[in-house]
Each structure stands twice: as structure tokens, then as C-alpha cells.
């Protein structure tokens, strides 16, 4: 490639894109949800699984994911044995 080709390249891509400032302090979450016992944001670092069980910071409840889209959170069920059936 040319000199003049490749400084002409990286002109136009300069121009054509815009320069981003990202910030790795506070990774801008991929989704988020409401806690439906106290109504604190829940974020997601990345895209939720449908049936994930995570913990609420807010009040410490576990929610289950129920819908991805649009995003639902629910309280988890209770783990209880089956004793064997």
C-alpha cells in the first residue's frame, strides 16, 4: 500500500468515527431490572439468562430472571427437596 494511500485511509477514518472516551471505573451495564421487593436497580454486567438466579444488593433477595425481553425479575422459589420422587 502506497504511502499516500494509507495516510488518505487513516484521514478518512479519523474523520468518519468519532473519538469515545470509555471510562473502566463504571462499566456501563449490558441490562438492568427492578428488584420487586424493595425497587432497587439490579444491573447486569452481561445480557441475563432466562431462569439466572441473582441476589438484590438492595435488600438481599434472590430473583429469578423470568423474561429477557422486556426484563422481569421475580422472587426465586424456595429450593425444596423432593425426597426421591
Given at each position: 500500500m502506497?504511502?499516500?494511500m494509507?495516510?488518505?485511509m487513516?484521514?478518512?477514518?479519523?474523520q468518519?468515527m468519532?473519538?469515545?472516551?470509555?471510562s473502566?471505573?463504571?462499566?456501563?451495564p449490558?441490562?438492568a431490572?427492578v428488584?420487586?421487593e424493595c425497587?432497587?436497580?439490579?444491573?447486569?454486567a452481561?445480557?441475563?439468562l432466562?431462569g439466572?438466579?441473582?441476589?438484590?444488593?438492595?435488600c438481599g433477595?434472590?430473583?429469578?430472571?423470568t423474561?429477557?425481553?422486556p426484563?422481569?425479575?421475580?422472587?426465586?422459589?424456595e429450593v425444596?427437596?423432593d425426597?426421591?420422587?
Open positions: 502506497s504511502q499516500s494509507s495516510q488518505s487513516s484521514q478518512s477514518v479519523g468518519s468519532p473519538q469515545q472516551t470509555l473502566t471505573d463504571h462499566p456501563a449490558s441490562a431490572g428488584c420487586p425497587e432497587q436497580p439490579v444491573a447486569f452481561r445480557a441475563p432466562a439466572q438466579v441473582v441476589s438484590c444488593v438492595g433477595a434472590e430473583l429469578e430472571v423474561s429477557r425481553d426484563l422481569r425479575l421475580e422472587p426465586a422459589p425444596e427437596e425426597w426421591g420422587e
